[in-house]
């Protein structure tokens, strides 16, 4: 059940791709399992380099369809396929990436060695596997306060289903690309980790046009939600030197990271804390 | 009129990118203009971590629509987009290729800053600009025999419109994915550069199998069609050592070299050779 996790960027650059960073992709190792979250083009090299297994990927989950979130897909599926994969690929993300993992496939995809399944999914929804569940906006809070939430597929989910264990599980929170605002902070409320954009150092006017965070937002959305670890990434290219978008959240959230390309993160437990026991409503 | 010319390699590996490698995608400066041949998906990065402005790419051809050689095209286009790119971007390819670039402009790009236009050439066509041709089969060998060939907007090119000047122009070949055969050595004839795939080192039957060519093949081609220099690419990512690729080709032809990614060679003309003069039919 206590699963060893890991967290692995495989890209930490907003926009397009610099000589340093690649665009966004987040690899989740979960026991053998790899669940990806973004997968921005290059991300198949970004494997390579890393010491996690494409083939290994069971489940892609997308925040939201910018290019730079998702063009990875296809080369990743294509690989996948010229490496005889058999077992199923699932991806998740918003209405619309049905209709673009058709087009992928239609084109340069005729046929794949393994199924895809295909689920759109809408804010707040709640996707559901045997030892986790995966939240798209706000719900998990209700279930660490003990109220049932309804899940995708109409079913409810009671959270000693996912959090009845005596030990509490881990919670990583993702924003993929983001103001900073309240369901932010809910969302990630006391994550074990915070994995949020900082797409600019310190222009927070243009980074309210283009829908992005500052440095010091993403620390304060750290700090208000009680997180325990924040790292920063989806940095735009002009940040040839990742020193003043850190030293900006450090000025709110001592010990943010910005994350570089393939850093790899173990997931722990709490070391200090008592095991928390949660209790049905 | 004779501008200084040179090719980067911007991606060496066939099939799907290594650490060591990205897939394919072969850029030629000449003068301030960049004309890319074959867009794999990461191109863009590359040339982030290159001397050459993908700004500056007026013109991508495509030699075929495998997905190794074409889904880089996206993420560039994006990237231009974004960086305001005003001036229009020219793309041929074969038949299929406006399929392609209309479904990637459909998502995630609906507006592009820039004007696309996208020629689909066949088997044959050459394609005519200012101071050079580029020819998708051969014909090109009829031009330098002193014949004139018809271009694909129909017009007739006369051999001294493109070839006239006392010194002869620069010749560079480049393959795409093949097997070895004669139209190839007739395409390279007296090339002063032949780019040749070389997928494998020595499985010959396997490489026949799945459409590509070994490494003496490529050689072998080099060395019929007199060629001044051959680099080999397209190298299959089970080789992390390309040594036993490039010895196979050293035994045909002497100076046969693996091409690497980010390498850069100045396109020369032959220095001991007197200058051509040729003549119209």
Known sequence: ??????????????????????????????????????????????????????????????THLHGDHILGLPGLMQTMDLNEREDPLEIYGPPGIKRYVSLTMSRPLPGLSYPVEVTEIDDGTTVCFDEYVVVARPKFSKLQQGEAVEAEDGSIVEPEQVLGDPRRGRKITYTGDCRPCEASVELAYRSDVLVHEATFAVESERAHEVGHSTAAQAAWIADKAEVRQLFLTHLSPRYEDPEPVEDEARKVFEGAEVAEDLDTFTVKFPPDEPPEVLEGP
Chains 1, 2 share one sequence.
């Open 1 to 62: 059940m206590h699963e060893y996790m890991e967290l692995t960027f495989l890209g930490t650059g907003g926009s397009w791709p610099s000589a340093r960073r690649n665009v966004s992709s987040l690899a989740l190792k979960r026991g053998s399992e790899v669940v990806l979250f973004d997968c921005g083009e290059g991300t198949q090299r970004q494997f390579q380099r890393s010491d996690i297994s494409y083939m290994a990927t069971s489940k892609i989950f997308f």
